[in-house]
């Protein structure tokens, strides 16, 4: 029989914390490479806008980072706001981006937040980073705030990830950056995944390597994250006030099938 992960002590309410601590930490150091890994990102640009149109020109982007896909749909005459937990992330943002019309940065955490603006079109969350909340509490209080920020009738997108069927591990690889990395700059990452059944948790480890005119760092950067099943993201949602309108799998919009690589919620505020 195969052994499963052991999550014991990574989930453990002890450890937990530290680690929760250690991995902000670790993101804020991320910021200044965090696009360097996202490589071409024109399908996802193009979904976000094809849905995002069907609702209004006001958009939500919570859990942004840097703001790339924000920034571009700004580009196209939305007016975005971002909204971002950490500092150094909307710092980045701001130097790549701050030059571009309608577009805002929000120093926030979405699980608690009021904007003064209540009444935006659509909001979304990209890249699986819904699946950085653990706690059913946690997830509940994400979506109601943006509930309470999204007008009567508005949308909402969710990028998730599929649960997959068995425990499994990748094995360790290294990856190099997919866009240049800037003149006296080497950067490279060396990660595996961890997904564990029974319970959907995944563990993402990561040790980063930087390079900056001769001077050298490295840093580990690990991950936790709570995959959903279909059931609980449609109780999830309408807990929350939504109601599920499709289902695609993949950037292109295509419905979910169960040989699809991507999972993308829509929905809509009641």
């Not at 950056?177 to 700059?185: D, I, K, N, S, V």
């Not at 060396?190 to 948790?201: C, D, H, L, Q, W």
């Amino acid at each position: 029989m195969e052994k499963r992960p052991d999550f014991s002590s990574f989930f453990a309410s002890g450890l937990a914390q530290e680690r929760r601590i250690a991995m902000k930490a670790a993101y804020r150091k991320h910021a200044p490479i965090w696009d360097l890994f996202l490589g071409d990102r024109t399908r996802e640009i193009e979904c976000w806008d094809t849905l995002a149109c069907k609702y209004g020109s006001k958009i939500l982007s919570p859990m942004a980072a840097t703001g790339e896909i924000g920034a571009a749909l700004s580009s196209r005459g939305y007016s975005v706001t971002i909204l971002e937990l950490e500092k150094e992330m909307i710092k980045e943002g701001r130097r790549k981006y701050g030059k571009v019309k309608n577009l805002s940065f929000a120093e926030a955490d979405v699980r608690d937040f009021s904007l003064e603006e209540k009444n935006f079109d659509f909001s979304f969350i990209g890249t699986a980073d819904f699946h950085h909340f653990l706690s059913r509490s946690d997830q509940l209080s994400a979506l109601k705030c943006l509930y309470n920020h999204i007008r009567p009738g508005g949308g909402l997108g969710l990028e998730l990830w599929y649960p997959p069927e068995n425990s499994r591990v990748t094995p360790w690889r290294e990856y190099h950056p997919f866009r240049p990395a800037g003149e006296g700059l080497k950067v490279k990452k060396k990660g595996r995944t961890i997904f564990s059944k029974p319970g959907n948790r995944v563990r993402i480890e990561q040790e980063i390597f930087v390079e900056y005119n001769g001077e050298k760092e490295q840093f580990r950067h690990d991950i936790a994250l709570q995959l959903l099943e279909p059931r609980e993201v449609f109780d999830l949602l309408e807990r929350t006030g939504f109601l599920l309108i499709n289902e695609f799998g993949n950037y292109d919009l295509d419905p979910r099938k169960d040989n699809s690589t991507g999972w993308i919620v829509e929905a809509r505020k009641k």
